[in-house]
């Protein structure tokens, strides 16, 4: 399967990611990148503009592609984590959401299903749930509200790394905390990534080092919702982009490296 597919949707050179690898994620996050007021940033933007500011500079520019069908598979099995999940349920769920389900769609559907069986998940409050923060200027939805602490779960599509969490999502649960304290009320540390090909759900605590880059991430997103053009970093993670192919300047041949 599975991972080709996964892989080719988050990985311009079609490799499985690798731990720290941080330009997969964000490329598709369900409603999070909806109509919103123009001053606040997307979480995703914000977590592009991390990896690299030029990025999220060319998302902003690009139009929206449609919904990955691993994107609907994971959501809606996201639905039955904290209870009982049964394949042909969601099955039936999933033709209603995506009537040109694949083959290779049903397979990936049994294996998350089967994966997703062996970990003790905990019963989401709510889904899909608003979340914005006036005093950053961000906002996103959050796939999973708890009732108590970890408050925001939030699901990915892609394998779980070796350990803990990729990167970019230590900058997206900070952002996600910082609307949580001011949309819910409460005191949010620590957020859940859970992982649904693998079955996987982890705890990201929120380090002051995770804060602090958000911050800046989200300063320089600020400065491209402005209008700023960003210059392309030194250090962008450009072999592991998917933008790579589109984005202006790139050498494309010996001939442009000359
Ligand atoms: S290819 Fe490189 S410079 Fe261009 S958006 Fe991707 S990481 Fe940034």
């Known amino acids: 399967m599975t991972e080709k597919r996964l892989t080719d949707i988050y990985t311009a050179k079609g490799s499985r990611p690798e731990t720290g690898d941080e330009l997969e994620f964000g490329r598709y996050d369900g409603e999070e990148q909806e109509e919103e007021k123009p001053q606040l940033t997307p979480i995703s933007g914000v977590v592009a503009c991390h990896a690299c500011p030029f990025r999220y500079y060319l998302e ?15 959501k809606q099995i996201s639905y039955h984590t904290g209870d ?10 999933l033709e209603t959401v995506n009537p040109d389900l694949t083959d290779e769609d049903r397979v990936n559907l049994r294996d998350w299903v089967s994966a997703c069986r ?18 950053f200027g961000i906002y996103g939805r959050a796939d999973h509200i708890f009732d108590k602490s970890p408050y925001i779960g939030i699901v990915r599509t892609a394998p779980a790394p070796e350990a803990g969490v990729y990167g970019a999502e230590r900058i997206r649960a900070a952002a996600f905390a910082f609307c949580a304290e001011e949309t819910l009320d ?61 984005c202006p300047d790139m050498p494309k041949s010996i001939l442009d490296i000359l």
Not at 119 to 134: F, I, M, T
Not at 208 to 217: C, F, N, S, V, Y
């Open 60 to 74: 902003k520019n690009r139009e929206r592609g449609e919904e990955p069908a691993e994107y609907t598979i994971a």
């Open 84 to 93: 009982e999940i049964i394949e042909d349920e969601i099955l039936e769920e």
């Open 118 to 135: 062996k970990e003790n998940w905990q019963r989401p409050a709510d889904y899909d749930v608003k979340l914005k923060s006036e005093k």
């Open 186 to 246: 409460v005191t949010c540390r620590e957020v859940l990534i859970e992982y649904i090909p693998s079955g996987i759900s982890r705890i990201c605590k929120i380090q002051p080092k995770d804060r602090r880059e958000t911050l800046r991430a989200i300063k320089k997103a600020k400065e491209i919702d402005g209008g700023k053009i960003p210059k392309k970093p030194k250090d962008a993670p450009c072999d592991r982009c998917y933008l790579r192919d589109e």
